[in-house]
């Protein structure tokens, strides 16, 4: 039947037509086409995973920042502590130093006060001596300006030894 | 009201009269002096899924026109070129070596009275009606791709526009869903190949359900054209099979079965070319002729009141036409991947 006989000249025709487009469109249109999706898929991609990467990063430098934070304060804290310990150990063993001393001068102080007094005792007891004697040797000399007292006194004193 | 609906609804006005009036051939019955001829549907629908030496140039309100187009004759004694306008009408050429005449759409070499002289043997390599309609699809296909090609060049790397993103679905289409599944890894070296088979086999189907000129032919729906595809494939699969492909048409499992199933597999690597063939040229051809067939309906009953009921069906036909259009393509592409890939595929 003619329906199903291929026609030579067709078959000739569309075997060129079907080349030309094959070798045309395979090497200017499906090469450069497909090549260029795929390079749009893989940079989409690559994109995406880039997006992602990201993202984990910035959730990482989050968590960091945060642990910094934390350590940052808690060193602050341990800085003030210290701090604080240092400055009450000072001002206690300033406290202390300053009592010691004071209790040193105090005591000096008192030393000194007893030496001058004991000089200042023996002084007025040497005058006091020396006066003693003045007036001793004044009364006796006036005493014994008459002869009569002396022998009186002597004859007490002899009466005395003789009780004895 | 609707400026929009009643564009829509003129185009489909129409479109509905164009799928009407000026199929080829169905002016010519009332040419002839106004003298009705029986009307014979055959004769329209073969001529119409056949092939011709005229382009009809038929459009809505334009009559019918026949613009004759190059034959090319290689005869026993050389080429014989000449245009196809000579043979009108059933007239006789005189050519440089014989004499030819259109016998049933076919050139015919002729002898001194006029009678048909069988002994001269000249093969027709003619430019016809489908040979010109496909050189046009080609052209149109080179002109869309070679722009979306440099559409990419010139956007690289950004989003698909205009024609380009129209296109990009289809190619991706091919690739994602015919080319990957069955080829595998290998899919890279037959993409070429798949896409071209595809839109050739797509644009021809579209190009012939428009009513009229350029459209209106049947190149998919034809032997020859199927045929070639069929024997690309059949080379294709056969060139690039490996040897577990080899190995299981000529050593089949368990010995004894050699003298049934080398016999059985050597019809095989040739029944799935041809299973394509039939199956693209019936399918297209079958829409034309229902089509066809619907629309002569109007003038076997002689009555405008058909009509409706004829156009009705028509333009069902039509939207079935065009799932066909795609489907038949993508049917064409998907087995010619499943066959490359069954005789590529690496067993282990």
């Known amino acids: 039947m003619d329906l199903v006989t291929p026609a030579i000249g067709l078959v000739f025709w569309a075997t060129i037509c079907f080349g030309i487009l094959l070798f045309i469109l395979g090497k200017f249109a499906w090469k450069p086409i497909l090549a260029a999706v795929d390079e749009r898929e893989k940079s989409i991609e690559s994109a995406l995973s880039r997006a992602e990467a990201a993202k984990e990063e910035m959730a990482r430098l989050t968590s960091e920042n945060e642990d910094l934070l934390k350590q940052a304060r808690a060193e602050r804290d341990l800085i003030l502590r210290e701090a604080k310990q240092l400055k009450d150990h000072i001002i ?62 002597v004859a007490d004193l002899l009466k005395e030894v003789k009780l004895k | ?17 164009a799928s009407i009036f000026p199929k080829s051939g169905f002016s010519q019955e009332n040419a002839p002096g106004g003298k009705e001829k029986k009307f014979d549907p055959t004769t329209v629908i073969m001529e119409h899924i056949g092939d011709s030496h005229f382009w009809p140039f038929t459009f809505p309100f334009v009559k019918e026109k026949l613009i004759p187009l190059p034959v090319i004759l290689y005869t026993d004694k050389g080429l014989e070129i000449f245009s196809s306008g000579h043979l009108m009408d059933g007239a006789t050429y005189q050519g440089s070596y014989h004499s030819y005449k259109l016998e049933e759409n076919k050139i015919k070499v002729v002898d001194a009275s006029g009678n048909i002289d069988t002994t001269v043997r000249a093969l027709d390599f003619s430019i016809t009606r489908n040979v010109i309609s496909m050189m046009l699809t080609a052209a149109l296909l080179l002109i869309v791709f070679l722009n979306v090609s440099a559409a990419y060049r010139k956007r690289e790397g950004k ?92 050593m089949p499992n368990p010995w004894w079965l050699f003298p049934i199933m080398i016999p059985v597999e050597i019809v095989s690597i040739f029944s799935k070319p041809i299973a394509l063939m039939i199956r693209l040229f019936a399918n297209i051809t079958a829409g034309h002729i229902v089509i066809l067939s619907l629309i002569s309906l109007i003038f076997i009953f002689q009555s405008l009141a058909i009509a409706p009921v004829s156009i009705i069906f028509v333009v069902f036909m039509d939207m079935i036409e065009l799932l066909v259009a795609f489907l038949q393509a993508y049917i064409f592409t998907l087995l010619s991947a499943l066959f490359i890939g069954m005789a590529i595929e690496e067993h282990h």
């Not at chain 1, 300033?94 to 030496?115: F, S």
Request: with cysteine; aromatic share 12%; hydrophobic share 50%.
């Open chain 1, 92 to 153: 206690s063993e300033a406290k202390e130093t300053a009592n010691v001393e004071g209790t040193r001068m105090i005591e000096r102080a008192r030393l000194e006060i007893d030496n001058q007094k004991a000089l200042a005792m023996a002084d007025v007891k040497n005058q006091v001596a020396t006066l003693s004697i003045n007036i001793a040797e004044k009364i006796l000399r006036k005493q014994f300006e008459d002869q009569h007292k002396q022998d009186q006194l």
């Open chain 2, 1 to 17: 009201m609707n400026l929009k609906l009643f564009r829509i609804s003129l185009i489909c006005a129409f479109f509905l009269l």
């Open chain 2, 159 to 250: 989003a698909p526009k205009g024609l380009q993103s129209f296109m990009e679905p289809l190619v991706l289409f091919v690739r994602d869903d015919i080319a990957l599944p069955n080829l595998g890894a290998k899919y890279p070296k037959y993409m070429s190949l798949l896409l071209t088979i595809f839109f050739f086999i797509l644009i021809n189907n579209l190009f012939g359900i428009i009513p009229f000129f350029p459209g209106s032919y049947n190149l998919t729906g034809n032997i020859a054209v199927t045929a070639m595809l069929a024997v690309v494939i059949l080379f294709t699969v056969n060139l690039n099979a490996n040897k577990h492909y080899w190995k299981h048409i000529f």
